[in-house]
């Protein structure tokens, strides 16, 4: 084997090396370091200069400065915006054009290089072999990085096109709003103009009138309150036709309101007569005080060869008024009927059927209501819960004996216990019942009849009457509220 010596390497290596084209351009005039890992893959980037952002970065930050803008711009300034960034566009697209001409130089630098070292590989042995084979794994690296680059380059050129053309659009569509803003303005002024000039024309006309009118002198201004004097003359002495046709509306109501007293005093007096003409003929007759919280007894009038009650066919009736069309009170079939809530304002009555005879007593009047009612249901409704203490009574039609229960009325439901045992607990629904109780017991002007649900009924006995009224009222004004309408049996 031959021993090259090391001066006979550089005397043959700068005579067989190709040269290199003149017209290449290096950014710098040394060659750059790199660290190179396995698989001759690059470890260690060079250090770039930073000389300004990069095409992506500009474009990122045009359209983060357009989308920020808050402030709602004239059309004449976001003309002059638009065309703005059209030029700074086509000054990257500029820019872009010369990276892509060092790009190529780039290209044809490193496939010469890459040339010369493969020359030099095949004239070189040993050591510098290896050497120049790890120069040539690096310009190989180099051009893979250089491709990549370009691949990038072509995107940012993409994307600066697409914002060229998007920008030129706009500043197009801005110019087409300028002129037509400039059209709608010219418009305006034009109007405008023929507005200002009517008006010229109205003042002057106005002032020719007003000076003719002086001109005329105090007669006309003597004439104008002669006119005024006489029209307030004529309004003082003679009515106008409204004010007559009110008069004569106004005493056509009194008349009718006369009338209409007159009417109704004849008729209670009618109804009084009838009725002590009645009463004369009749068995029977009706005791008790007609308000809320007492009870209207049926008894006879001592007649001789009265009838006996106990063998009498019995039924009550509410109405508006005595002759006003009536209404059965289902239930109530005995001698003795306690009002509730829902007869106060009414007339009631009671047919009694004897021996194929048919007898009718009545109330003289509606039945009053309670005084004292109205505020104690308005105290309880402030209430969520309101609690009465009552005693069961009746349990689904048998006597119950049993001791004080709390009947509690909510918003939503009812509930019947004591202590932590409930009897019942319903929430209001259509097939709940609740009523003043039409059945023959001991106090009924305290009882009250509840059916929470078809196979369960109470009745329930109050501490007082007006407790018994209260939770009819207050149970009703709830169950309404739930779109349901609590009544008694049948009704």
């Not at 084997?1 to 040269?19: D, N, Q």
């Not at 930050?61 to 059209?86: I, M, P, T, W």
């Not at 009819?472 to 609590?486: E, H, M, T, W």
Request: with cysteine; proline share 4%.
């Amino acid at each position: 084997m031959t021993k090259v010596c090391p001066e006979i390497e550089e005397e043959t290596l700068p005579k067989s090396a190709v040269p290199v084209s003149a017209d290449v351009s290096f950014a710098s005039d040394h060659f750059p370091t790199y660290k190179l890992g396995p698989d001759n893959q690059i470890i260690e980037e060079p250090k770039e200069d930073d000389k300004g952002p990069s095409v992506k970065e500009t474009v990122q930050k045009e359209s983060e400065l357009l989308s920020d803008q808050h402030k709602r711009l004239s059309v004449r300034d976001l003309a002059s915006k638009f065309d703005k960034n059209l030029a700074a566009a086509v000054s990257l697209a500029d820019e872009a054009k010369l990276r892509e001409v060092a790009s190529l130089e780039g290209h044809v630098m490193l496939k010469k290089l890459r040339d010369a070292l493969e020359y030099m590989r095949g004239r070189t042995d040993g050591q510098n072999k290896e050497d120049v084979e790890t120069a040539i794994s690096m310009v190989e690296a180099l051009a893979v990085k250089l491709t990549q680059n370009e691949g990038e380059l072509i995107q940012e050129k993409f994307e600066v096109k697409k914002l060229g053309n998007f920008l030129k659009q706009t500043s197009e569509d801005a110019k087409k709003l300028v002129n037509q803003e400039k059209s709608f303005a010219c418009a305006e002024i034009e109007t405008a103009r023929a507005v200002v000039l009517k008006l010229g024309e109205a003042f002057e006309e106005q002032e020719r009138i007003s000076e003719a009118s002086r001109a005329q002198g105090p007669d006309v201004e003597k004439l104008v309150k002669e006119v005024q004097e006489a029209r307030q003359i004529k309004r003082m002495h003679h009515p106008t036709k409204v004010m007559g046709m009110q008069h004569e509306l106004h005493g056509l109501r009194n008349r009718i309101q006369e009338k209409y007293m007159n009417s109704v005093k004849l008729h209670k007096e009618i109804a009084i007569i009838k009725r002590v003409e009645e009463s004369k003929s009749c068995p029977f007759v009706l005791e008790g005080t007609q308000s809320l919280g007492s009870c209207l007894r049926i008894c006879i009038n001592g007649l001789e060869n009265a009838p006996d009650l106990s063998n009498c066919s019995i039924q009550w009736y509410r109405a508006a008024c005595e002759t006003s069309r009536r209404e059965a009170i289902s239930g109530a079939i005995q001698s003795i009927y306690a009002p509730e809530p829902f007869d106060v304002g009414r007339i009631l009555q009671a047919d009694i059927l004897s021996n194929g005879q048919k007898f009718t007593v009545t109330t003289d009047d509606p039945v009053d209501p309670d005084s004292g009612l109205q505020s104690r249901v308005e105290t309880l409704m402030r209430k969520s819960n309101s609690e009465f203490s009552v005693v069961i009574s009746q349990m689904n039609g048998q006597d119950y004996a049993s001791r004080s229960h709390i009947f509690t009325i909510g918003k939503t439901r009812i509930k019947l216990s004591r202590g932590w045992i409930s009897k019942a607990r319903e929430i209001y629904s259509t097939s709940m019942q609740l009523c003043g109780v039409r059945s023959n017991i001991k106090t009924p002007t305290k009882a009250l009849f509840w059916q929470p649900r078809k196979s369960l009924s109470f009745i329930l006995t109050f501490e007082s009457e007006q407790e018994r009224n209260a939770a009819i009222v207050l149970a009703r004004k709830y169950a309404f509220d739930c779109n349901v309408s609590l009544l008694g049996p049948d009704d």
